[in-house]
């Protein structure tokens, strides 16, 4: 099994911010980073040793970056991964392009949680809108449509509440090949995430509780306040998929949790949103660890310094300009982390504020208000 040293080079397709973060790991443990980025201004691109110029399906950057690289991994399942199996021929892959090709698709990705038996909501495919009128018979009202491919974020889904909305929704998912699902009447969402070594090795960090608002990821606390049975439910659950695909990296696994029944809403690959707390509360980051894990070193300590709320930055605080930091910059339980996006658009991820507390409901109150105090800096650079 191959292992780097520090000096090798780790090669990341895509350049946002969990290739940044990685690359900031990377490069603190004597790693080289190559990024595979449209934009020399993305956030990864901006600080990575080198920068490969190229959109996530560009066979002839793939092909330059696996020559130039000692490893490869990715920071979206969203990378085709029959380029994956190219590259793959030049160097190791992690993830694997099959663990991709499961994931990246929801149809299929559902068909192999069916195969290993882990729980999910009711969900069927559909690929035409007659199909979708069928289908909302059979799944029942309320549900949710998702585009099969390239979703995030809550971008390609529709709530179908009434028979009048159903048009609308294959509409608002580009009329394509979608899963209809039912829509979970959850108590809570959760994550588990988990670190694969290439050996089989795995690691838990502790579960996470997250807050979404409008189908995005609003705030995550951790450790979720879960019944022990519950939260040993949910880590079985979520190492029996990384294990059948044969993960190496980091993984997500976000479920909902309706009474004490947990049910999988999806899987993620690599480094995820949710685990951003570990950056900061967690002996080892999920970043650091994802890069250990693909470079073949030991996995880190997952253990957790402090509990912790994590909340997103979303482009709609930059409406009046950039706003002032100081209220947050000014707390000492406070940690700010900005992605150095230029363009802030509404409801985009620009950057996310940590807080250390032992009591997690005062941290999430505390951050939401000073979210809320943000006001446009005046200063002038002259
Ligand atoms: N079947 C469902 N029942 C209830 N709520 C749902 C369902 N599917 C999605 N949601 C809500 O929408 C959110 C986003 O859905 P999902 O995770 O499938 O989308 P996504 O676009 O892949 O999101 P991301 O990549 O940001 O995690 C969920 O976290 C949940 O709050
Ligand atoms: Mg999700």
Redesign the pocket.
């Known amino acids: 099994m191959s292992t780097h040293p520090p000096g090798a080079t780790i090669g990341i397709i895509g350049g946002g911010q969990l290739a940044q973060m990685m690359v900031m790991e990377a490069k603190r443990m004597g790693y080289r980073a190559c990024v595979l980025a449209p934009r020399a201004d993305e956030p990864a691109a901006q600080i990575a040793d080198r920068w490969i110029c190229g959109a996530l399906d560009d066979a002839e950057a793939v092909e330059r970056l696996a020559k130039s690289v000692d490893v490869i991994t990715v920071d979206s399942e969203h990378v085709p991964a029959s380029l994956l199996a190219d590259a793959e021929l030049v160097c190791p892959v992690r993830p694997s392009p099959h663990v991709l090709r499961t994931i990246q698709d929801r149809g299929v990705q559902r068909r192999f949680l069916e195969a290993i038996e882990a729980p999910q909501?009711h969900c069927v495919t559909v690929d035409s809108l007659d199909g979708l009128r069928e289908q909302v018979q059979v799944v029942g009202l309320p549900c949710?449509l998702?585009s099969r491919q390239a979703?995030?974020?809550?971008?390609g889904?529709a709530v179908i509440r009434t028979d009048d909305e159903v048009e609308p929704a294959w509409r608002a998912v580009g009329c394509s090949p979608s899963m209809l699902?039912?829509?979970?009447p959850?108590d809570a969402?959760i994550s588990v995430l988990l670190a694969r070594a290439p050996g089989g090795e795995m690691k838990f960090y502790p579960v996470a509780h997250?807050v979404?608002r409008h189908?995005?990821?609003h705030a995550t606390m951790a450790p979720a306040p879960l019944p022990e049975s519950v939260e040993d439910e949910a880590i079985c659950i979520a190492s029996s998929i990384a294990t059948a695909l044969e993960h190496v990296g980091m993984m997500a696994v976000?479920m909902?949790l309706v009474g004490s029944e947990l049910l999988v809403?999806?899987i993620?690959p690599r480094p995820h949103?949710s685990g951003h707390y570990t950056f900061g509360a967690c002996v080892t980051s999920q970043f650091e660890q994802h890069v250990r894990a693909v470079l073949g070193l030991p996995l880190g300590d997952t253990s957790l310094s402090s509990p912790a709320v994590m909340l997103n930055l979303f482009g709609d605080l930059w409406r009046d300009g950039d706003p002032d930091w100081t209220p947050i910059l000014t707390q000492r339980e406070a940690r700010l982390h900005l992605y150095g996006k230029t363009e802030p658009r509404p409801g985009r991820k620009m950057g996310h504020v940590l807080l250390l507390d032992e009591d997690l409901h005062r941290a999430l109150r505390n951050g939401e208000a000073l979210l809320d105090t943000l006001t446009p800096s005046e200063h002038l650079v002259a």
């Open positions: 909501p949710v998702k979703g995030y974020d809550g971008k889904q699902e039912e829509l979970v959850f969402e997250n979404h189908h995005v990821l976000e909902f809403n999806e993620a949103n």
